[in-house]
Every structure is written in C-alpha cells, then in structure tokens.
Nanobody
Framework: QIQLMESGGGSVQAGGALRLSCAASGFTFGIYCMGWFRQAPGKGREVVTL????????YYADSVKGRFTVSQNDAKNTLFLQLNASRPDDTATYYCAADRRSRGACGGTYSAYDSFTYWGQGIQVTVSS
C-alpha cells in the first residue's frame, strides 16, 4: 500500500526558512514522478515542484524558482522541500504527491494536480509578514 506522509510544516516569518519532508512507503522512487503542491485558502491546488525519482532536472513553478529546492534521499525513500526566502503568499497547505510515469512526463506540461495518483494528507505552512 502506497503512503505519503508530510512533516516539518509550521510558522515562519517572511524571509525565513522551513524544510518539509515527505516519507514514502509502499514503492521506490525510481519510476515515479514526485511532486510538491500547495493550496491556499480559497484557491486551487497548484504545483510547486516536480522531481523524477530516477534522476533529472527538477521543475519549479515560477513563483518559487530560486527560493525553493526539492531533493530526495533514496535510501530513506524521503522527498524534501527546502523553503528559503519565504513570503506571506507562500502560506498554504503543502501536499506531497506521486505518480508512476516516465521521466519525460514529469515536467511542467504534465503538472496538473489531478494527474497525480497518490497524495499525502497535507501540512500547513504559514508565513507571517
């Protein structure tokens, strides 16, 4: 059974940093597209970043490019999201997601949230000004 569980959320002041973790079980990253998404109150769920488990360049949404960094630890089957230079508009519930697909389908063109099969329960990140 595939499960994803986020941790590391919380509150931070603007300009601060947080590190989110997503512990995955029931599969290994190699042939999965892993993603972080977020949903702010009253808004739709949007992609933050995608990373193919088997390697390759990550995709970042323009709003987080240069500030957020995605990485993975294969040995621990864990996905990370480092949030730096945070802004109040980064406030949202952050979700880890996974979908089995090819490397070529793990990019911005294929980032619709409803194309991902597996989801964590979400974790709150609040950035205060």
């Amino acid at each position: 059974q595939i499960q994803l569980m986020e941790s590391g959320g919380g509150s931070v002041q603007a300009g601060g940093a947080l590190r989110l973790s997503c512990a995955a079980s029931g599969f290994t990253f190699g042939i999965y597209c892993m993603g972080w998404f977020r949903q702010a109150p009253g808004k739709g769920r949007e992609v933050v970043t995608l990373l193919y488990g088997g390697g390759g360049r990550p995709y970042y949404a323009d709003s987080v490019k240069g500030r957020f960094t995605v990485s993975q630890n294969d040995a621990k089957n864990t996905l990370f999201l480092q949030l730096n230079a945070s802004r109040p508009d980064d406030t949202a519930t952050y979700y880890c997601a996974a979908d089995r697909r090819s490397r070529g389908a793990c990019g911005g063109t294929y980032s619709a949230y409803d194309s991902f099969t597996y989801w964590g329960q979400g974790i709150q990140v609040t950035v205060s000004s």
